[in-house]
């Protein structure tokens, strides 16, 4: 198939690129580079000749139509979004801009192309979204696909107002849309500003490891590679119209998190050890979810997928992949905001 991923320069599109091209699919990568960008995430993949770069903002209209009308694509996997919540609360208005505009841009684009093609019943607009859509969970329950929204932060929102969009499309227009809703993504190539990163490039420098609040806050873990899978079963065989959750069953507490970081880092990286004693409290964010947790029951048994790394596992290579890859981090700690604490209030 030819497939126009859309952020594909980013940690998650990357790594649709890598899998989509390695398996034998045509990829346009459509990406703004932004900050969080980074085309060294695609390198390999760019070597192949199923590959294509096109340099462009969602935000743009007629630049999306000239893309699709020059490559066709039979799917579009819709992953270019601002994607930081610390960010979305110092500065909400590009998250409205490119989250929200940007994916009503993409839309019409789309609805477009499509038509302009005879509708055929196989296109597919995929449209990557985030579990934060359903809020904050208590102690119990996890968030299935009929979990009503209740965004609660600029990003959340943002995210939601997109999923309300795509779904508006579907029902009016008929384009056959599938949507995915996931949990937090780690693994390599993850921007120096999100938890797992922070804590093994703090622990490396040896500065404090910034924990927020009472580090108590829960978050279902999946490693990246398996979430590229999964949307790839999905934009191939998911219901158009239908919606799938995307989690790896792997809930965790922060502080857990961070000090089973800390124990690959003292096993991996000696010089230092413990590292755990970097750990530090700091101010919480505002709006906090507390817990988040995906029921991943539709996909399973729809689809047959499941993840297929370990949380422990998936840790102990991302550590490994950071200790190997400081070309590829350390000029991303340049870049700005990163370093530093962001989304105060
Ligand atoms: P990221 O921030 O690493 O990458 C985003 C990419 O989108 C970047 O390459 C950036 O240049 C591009 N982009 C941003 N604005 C653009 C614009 N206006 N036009 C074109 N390109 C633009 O994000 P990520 O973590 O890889 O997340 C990808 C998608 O998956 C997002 O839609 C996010 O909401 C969703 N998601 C992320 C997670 C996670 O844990 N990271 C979990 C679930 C869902
Ligand atoms: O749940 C999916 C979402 O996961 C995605 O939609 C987002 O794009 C992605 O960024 C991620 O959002 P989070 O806010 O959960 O990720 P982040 O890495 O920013 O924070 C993870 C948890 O760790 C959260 O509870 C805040 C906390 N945290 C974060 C940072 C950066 C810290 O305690 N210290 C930190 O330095």
Redesign the pocket.
Known sequence: MRILVTGGAGFIGSAVVRLAVARGHEVVNLDALTYAANLANVADAAQSGRYVFEHADIRDRSALDRILARHRPDWIMHLAAE????RSIDGPDAFVQTNVIGTFNLLEAARAHWTREGRPDSFRFHHIS???VFGSLGATGQFTETTPYDPRSP?SAS?AGSDHLVRAWAETYGLPVVLTN???NYGPYHFP???VP?VILKALAGQPI???GD?G?V?DWLYVEDHADALLLVVERGQAGRSYNIGGENEAR?IDLVRTICAHMDELHPQGAPHARLITFVAD?PG?DRR?AIDPSRIRTELGWRPSVTLEEGLRRTVDWYLANRDWWQPLLEREGVGRRLGTG
């Open positions: 994607s930081h919540v610390d985030t579990d934060e990003y995210k996931c949990s937090n500003e999100k938890l922070v910034p924990v927020y580090g806050n978050r922060n964010r906090h988040y």
